[in-house]
């Protein structure tokens, strides 16, 4: 998982949009675990939302070139 994507002549980082990617994700995931109560069975919220994040955005930087996006 290294280079650039080239969006309109401008090079982004691809670790940079799977990060926005896992972001956007994780925001989702925490509305879902918010909307069926799953946060009551845990001490710190944040914590979690940080964790999630990170196993998030190594799911998608180990399953990149599996989907056949090569940078």
Not at 5 to 18: A, Q, R, Y
Not at 20 to 49: C, E, I, P, S
């Amino acid at each position: 998982m290294t280079g650039e994507i080239s969006i309109d002549g401008v090079f982004v980082p691809t670790l940079l949009l799977l990060g926005v990617l896992a972001m956007v994700l994780t925001m989702a995931l925490a509305r879902l675990f918010n909307a069926f109560g799953l946060y009551r069975f845990v001490a710190y919220r944040a914590l979690v939302d940080l964790c999630l994040f990170i196993l998030l955005l190594g799911l998608l930087a180990w399953a990149t070139p599996s989907i056949g996006f090569h940078p």
